[in-house]
């Protein structure tokens, strides 16, 4: 999957507060790495998170490898409304 680095940033910032922790034990994984994924640097305890990005507009490009995290957030986030 394909995002503008901004797009992924609005939809961490949509989050609600403690959803990164939420998305890390619902995927088994550290929340650093959940943070990385929205553009975090948190590599001393967490891991890459699958993405990829390429300098450009809006942000640039992100190529996301695996949609996971994405996809948690996007349930959250319609779970909110």
Do not use: W
Not at 9 to 34: F, M, N, W
Not at 40 to 63: M, R
């Amino acid at each position: 999957m394909v995002i503008t680095f901004n797009e992924l940033r609005r939809i961490k910032d949509r989050l609600p507060s403690g959803s990164s922790k939420k998305i890390a034990d619902e995927l088994g994984i550290d929340v650093d790495t959940v943070r990385n994924y929205f553009g975090g640097k948190h590599f001393e305890s967490g891991e890459s998170a699958g993405i990829h990005i390429e300098k450009g507009p809006d942000g640039g490009v992100v190529t996301l490898s695996d949609t996971a995290i994405l996809d948690a957030a996007m349930r959250i986030l319609n779970d909110k409304v």
